[in-house]
């Protein structure tokens, strides 16, 4: 019996490793996480040395301060807001938007509005400036 339910959690653990989600999930981490080196490494060997060259400073790792002997590397912050907003802006332009323009040319166009309405006595589609129903002749009234 312990061996029966030792194969069903080994089946399950596979089950569950083996969903679609879970690989594209596992996917997705090792894709991010390559991107974000390729991003890292443009920030800080072309973004940061272009930025620098404007304000004098030839690498923004280099800033610091010290307060009661405590060395503050504020460069190494300035270069992972760049980096940050360098990922965020990438995503944005080259994921989120071309996804929202391929979502908003699927949705359908609502329908014009329909020349036809319901008889209030059999339910058939009749034109709406209709007098009477073509399908059980109760008279109706016409909608404008």
Known sequence: M???EHKSVLAEFKDFILRGNVVDLAVAVVVGAAFGAVISALVKDIITPLIASIFGKPDFSALTFTIHKSKFL????????????????????????????????????PDPE????ACPECLSLIPKEARRCSFCTVEVTPVA
């Open 74 to 109: 504020y460069g190494d912050l300035i270069n992972a807001v760049i980096t940050f907003l360098s990922i965020a802006a990438a995503i944005f332009f080259l994921v989120v938007k071309p996804i929202n323009y391929l979502t908003e040319r699927m949705k359908k166009a």
């Open 2 to 4: 312990a061996e029966e």
């Open 114 to 117: 329909s020349a036809d309405r």
